[in-house]
């Protein structure tokens, strides 16, 4: 009997561990969330960008290129798939409302998490984006490429799971028929396009990923 309650204690520790681990290293936390509908007169499509600070700098950009095409509202957050308030957030998000077109962009933050563990969400994340808009075209954008601040020559140390993370994506989407918009290798092959901090990219590389995201728009 002593052995089955030291065995159970064992096991409620270590659930409770594992429900109260933090991956998020990062000091700040931030989401913003913009939901805009296209009304009776417009008749246009609805497009919904959902990601990172990549997302938060090129919505702009392409909600100007697609100004006359398409209503184009943005869900941009710090968190991470994975990260235990991202799925009911995006969830809460998404609830009543209705896109034609949903670009999905995260990849950037969650470091500590190995890309197994970020590997683990995409199936959950796509569900979800599927469950309130069944009819929505759904296209994902894989993560850019990382180099060390000041030093665009090289490649940080978490570029490498970078690369396995968009593995991860591309078979994922190879089986569920989504397209993938490859921003990876629009950055991997071009260091003209990033800033000093060699995470983001400047407004060339803005120009270029918000183009590519129009053009799916039809």
């Known amino acids: 009997m002593k052995n089955i309650i030291c065995g159970l204690l064992l096991f409620v520790c270590i659930s409770a561990g594992a429900q109260t681990k933090s991956y998020n290293n990062e000091t700040i936390s931030w989401n913003h969330s913009w939901i805009v509908k296209s009304t009776p007169a417009q008749n246009l499509p609805n497009v919904l960008l959902i990601g990172d600070s990549h997302v938060e700098r090129y919505y702009p950009v392409v909600n100007n290129l697609l100004k006359d095409k398409?209503?184009?509202?943005?869900?941009?957050?710090?968190?991470?798939?994975?990260?235990?308030?991202f799925m009911p957030q995006l969830a809460g998000l998404l609830a009543g409302h209705k896109f034609d077109y949903i670009f999905f962009n995260n990849g950037l933050h969650g470091v500590l998490y190995s890309p197994a563990e970020y590997a683990s969400y995409i199936?959950?994340?796509?569900?979800?984006?599927?469950?309130?808009?069944?009819?929505?075209?759904?296209?994902?954008?894989?993560?850019?490429?990382?180099?060390?601040?000041?030093?665009?020559?090289?490649?940080?140390?978490?570029?490498?799971?970078?690369?396995?993370?968009?593995?991860?994506?591309?078979?994922?989407?190879?089986?569920?028929?989504?397209?993938?918009?490859d921003f990876f290798t629009l950055t991997v092959n071009d260091k003209s396009l990033f800033t000093q901090d060699g995470i983001h990219v400047n407004e060339a590389g803005v120009a270029a990923q918000a183009k590519l995201i129009a053009a799916e728009v039809k």
């Open 123 to 181: 199936g959950k994340v796509y569900k979800l984006l599927k469950k309130n808009n069944p009819s929505a075209i759904i296209i994902w954008v894989n993560t850019t490429a990382r180099r060390v601040p000041n030093q665009l020559d090289r490649f940080d140390a978490y570029h490498a799971d970078v690369i396995e993370r968009n593995k991860y994506v591309a078979a994922f989407c190879a089986k569920k028929n989504v397209k993938v918009l």
């Open 70 to 85: 398409a209503v184009v509202s943005k869900i941009t957050t710090s968190l991470s798939m994975g990260d235990a308030t």
